[in-house]
């Protein structure tokens, strides 16, 4: 039951690299999201995608591009790494309606 | 304004104490409304759900006040076990909020 699973763990980047973050759903739900957390605040939305072929905006969008490939793939890609993009990375997904998000085990970025 | 704005803690406590978490939020077109708990460097995962005629698991009793667009959380009879971060999550349309959290310490 592999739920939803996040690559990779941990990265390390230099200022100025590109690199993008994959997310994979295996439970059929047709929304997905990324979601950034800095220590001591909540998650805080970067992008999200209602279902496979839109993709929207969310609270911190800056700096962050997506691409929802299918419905099972949606990634995250930073095109230019800042020290202010260091945090921890959560991708999630839910089915319609009045439903629960189901969340990875997080990617672990600093950009040095 | 945040969207959903939970007490900042850390709340302190001693085992075997209640303790209650307070949860607002801003837009009244909300649907869903859930809280989560998260550990120390790991994913969030869901407590509960919250239903506006409140509802209970074990110790953990939620409820939901949609006039006042209010959420609690009230744990019972606390355990170690229960430290965590708790998160009040509101789904809005295709979006899912979260709140900045409050961590709990349970102490022996």
């Known amino acids: 039951n592999a739920g939803v699973t996040q690559t990779p763990k941990f990265q390390v980047l230099k200022t100025g690299q590109s690199m993008t973050l994959q997310c994979a759903q295996d439970?059929?739900?047709?929304?997905m999201y990324w979601y950034r957390q800095d220590p001591g605040m909540g998650l805080r939305l970067i992008y999200y995608?209602?279902?496979?072929?839109?993709?929207d905006k969310g609270e911190v969008p800056n700096g962050y591009n997506v691409s929802r490939l299918n419905k099972r793939e949606f990634s995250l890609r930073l095109e230019s790494a800042a020290p202010s993009q260091t945090s921890v990375y959560f991708c999630?997904?839910?089915?319609?309606?009045?439903?629960?998000?189901?969340f990875g085990q997080g990617t672990r970025l600093t950009v040095v | 304004r945040k969207e959903v704005e939970q007490d900042p803690g850390p709340f302190n406590v001693p085992e075997g104490a209640t303790v209650a978490f307070n949860c607002t939020y801003s837009?009244?077109?909300?649907?869903?409304f859930f809280w989560y708990r998260q550990d120390c460097r790991k994913e969030p995962k869901l407590l509960m759900s919250?239903?506006?005629s409140g509802n209970e698991d074990g110790r953990f009793t939620a409820q939901l006040n949609r006039a006042s667009q209010y959420i609690s959380l009230l744990i019972r009879d606390s355990k170690l076990s229960d430290s965590a971060t708790y998160l009040c999550?509101?789904?809005?349309?295709?979006?899912?909020?979260f709140g900045a959290g409050t961590r709990l310490f349970v102490k022996a």
């Open positions: 999550v509101v789904n809005q349309g295709f979006k899912t909020i």
């Open positions: 837009n009244s077109a909300s649907q869903s």
């Open positions: 995608s209602a279902s496979e072929g839109t993709t």
């Open positions: 439970m059929n739900h047709n929304s």
């Open positions: 919250v239903y506006s």
């Open positions: 999630a997904s839910r089915s319609q309606g009045n439903t629960e998000a189901f």
